[in-house]
Every structure is written in C-alpha cells, then in structure tokens.
Nanobody, 115 residues
Framework: QSPLVESGGGLVQPGGSLSLSCVAS????????MGWYRQAPGKQRELVAD???????NYSDSVKGRFTISRDSSKNAVYLQMNSLKPEDTAVYFC?????????WGQGTQVTVSS
C-alpha cells in the first residue's frame, strides 16, 4: 500500500477547477520536496509543481498562473488547486515525496478535462 494517498480527481469542463489532495501516512519532513507529477496517455510523466518548506514553490511553465500548490505539514498533506483547466491538463496525477534518494509515489488520480 502506498504511503501517499491522493484524492480529488474527476471530470471537469474546460475552464473549470479541481482541487487535489495528498496525505502521507507516515511522518514527513517539511524541508523535503513534495509535489505532483502527471502522465497523459502515451506521454512521459512530467513535473507539475513541487514545494519545499511551504515557501519554495516550483511550477511547470504549462501550469504557471493557473495551478497553486500548498502544503500543510501538520496534516502531512500537499494540495494542488487547479483553475482554468484545459483539455491538455487531462492526465493521471501522482503525488510524490522525496526523502534523500528515496522517492515515494501515490497511486494516482485521474483528471479529465472535457466538454
């Protein structure tokens, strides 16, 4: 069983919004990177956004200005608020947490943007 559990995916129309959540079952350290990747059919997994210590945030160019990543260390959780969604945002979204050389992955949650 994955130590990271995502929720919040679903079907939304273009221009709509979705919020993803990821909760870690074990202890995590806020200074370690945590964030989201996505993988569309036939494409490689790509970084969407990540966050370190709740202040250092990194976004892919394709989601800048539309997505917001946040973190709640007290809940061992990371969130992704996705606004102005486009059909090209359709993918399976994976939460990740890196501790040294070890990367933990969630099971993924499907996001589909379609009219």
């Amino acid at each position: 069983q994955s130590p990271l559990v995502e929720s919040g995916g679903g079907l939304v129309q273009p221009g709509g919004s979705l919020s993803l959540s990821c909760v870690a079952s074990g202890r995590i350290f806020s200074q370690n990177p945590m964030g989201w990747y996505r993988q569309a059919p036939g494409k490689q997994r790509e970084l969407v956004a990540d966050i370190i210590s709740s202040v250092r945030k990194n976004y892919s160019d394709s989601v800048k200005g539309r997505f917001t990543i946040s973190r709640d260390s007290s809940k061992n959780a990371v969130y992704l608020q996705m606004n102005s969604l486009k059909p090209e945002d359709t993918a399976v979204y994976f939460c990740y947490y890196r501790h040294g050389s070890i990367v933990y992955w969630g099971q993924g949650t499907q996001v589909t943007v379609s009219s």
